[in-house]
């Protein structure tokens, strides 16, 4: 793997917990699981609007697929909650002391997301405030995996693709990253990776083995 200059970190699912949104329906096992398929359906949605040369923010994609899911479990009266808490999603206890690792190792690291710029600055909080760059997907116009929005957070850094690395919770990202160009780390938060596509350059179970994967924390005697 070449030398980095720049990690950037997928957000929701990596950095921080949708799980909090199933907090008004329950938080129990059932309501996790609808989030997660919204959350899905939400990257599905944002997929096709890149293909078919469209835009619109995560935050609109995200609402009609919770509205979907909560109506066909007539549910929908939590609409507003849900969306609420998907606004103040909580970091994995990891993302914290992860970041803070890149940082006393003199790695720079930003965000890259399909969330809209501001609405991702607003969940960085408890160590992740200072992730810079953060780059939405409103940068660019498109989302993950379109190569535009990767090639938009490569110029924004100042970089070459090859000293670029993203770290990500979902498989299709990587696959995304590693096709345009960067190197791409892959943490295990949802179990196994679909083996598909280009093998991500480092993996771990959580974002502290990735990082050290990535030789930060390493001393030299």
């Known amino acids: 793997m070449p030398v980095l200059s720049h990690v950037l970190f997928d957000l929701n699912g990596t950095l921080v917990d949708p799980s909090a ?8 096992a059932g309501a996790r699981r609808l989030v997660q398929a919204s959350l ?19 935050s609109e994609l995200l609402r009609a697929a919770v509205r979907s899911r909560l109506e066909a479990h007539d549910l929908e009266d939590a609409l507003d909650g849900v969306m609420d808490q998907a606004r103040r999603m909580p970091p994995f206890p990891d993302s914290g002391p992860a970041v803070a690792l ?9 965000v890259l997301t399909n969330s809209e710029t501001d609405a991702a600055r607003a969940l960085l909080r408890d160590g992740l405030d200072r992730l810079d760059p953060v780059i939405g997907s409103d940068r660019a ?3 993950k995996p379109d190569p535009r929005l990767y090639g938009h957070a490569v110029q924004e850094v100042g970089a070459t693709p090859e ?5 990500s919770a979902h498989w299709w990202d990587v696959i995304g990253a590693k096709r345009s160009g960067l190197s791409a780390a892959w943490v295990a938060r949802r179990g196994p990776r679909l083996e598909h596509g280009p093998e991500p350059d480092v993996g771990g179970d959580d974002l502290m083995a990735v990082v050290h994967a990535l030789g930060a924390g390493q001393t030299t005697g």
């Open 102 to 110: 890149l940082a006393e190792s003199g790695i720079s690291a930003g």
């Open 21 to 28: 949104m199933a907090e008004p329906l329950g938080g129990g």
């Open 163 to 167: 000293e670029v690395l993203l770290i």
């Open 141 to 143: 116009g498109a989302f």
């Open 40 to 58: 899905d359906e939400a990257a599905t949605a944002g997929m096709v609007e890149s293909l078919t040369g469209s835009y619109r923010p995560f």
